[in-house]
Nanobody, 126 residues
């Protein structure tokens, strides 16, 4: 069972930055990992993924503003978010998916989740 605990959310003004962290009970190198978000009344949206070989993908809505990474030990996943705007307001979840290396992309991520954390709220004001 993969257990994940997110932290680092908060309230920022438009243009600001946040760094989210996700502590994992497993070595994340062994899984398709990523972040998804969900705003009230909206569907889950895959934000970014990182495959077992380190390949990353990003949703078009965040590309160029967001970076996914993990620590050397593989126990912690990070999401660096810059140039935030009000449309980024949502609950952000760290998750592991049941996807192989080639399919570990934002396209398939939210439809193949196996474990996710409790989420951390990000609120961006204009």
């Amino acid at each position: 069972q993969v257990q994940l605990v997110e932290s680092g959310g908060g309230s920022v003004q438009a243009g600001g930055s946040l760094r989210l962290s996700c502590a994992a009970s497993v070595i994340t190198y062994s899984y398709c990992m990523g972040w998804f978000r969900q705003a009230p009344g909206k569907e889950r949206e895959g934000v970014t993924t990182i495959a077992t070989d380190g390949t990353t993908t990003y949703a078009d809505s965040v590309k160029g503003r967001v970076t996914i990474s993990r620590d050397t030990a593989g126990n912690t996943l990070y999401l660096q978010m810059n140039s935030l705007n009000p449309e980024d307001t949502a609950m952000y979840y760290c998750a592991a998916a049941s996807l192989g290396r080639l399919l570990c992309t934002v396209t398939y991520f939210v439809y193949n989740l196996r474990s996710w954390g409790q989420g951390t709220q990000v609120t961006v004001s204009s």
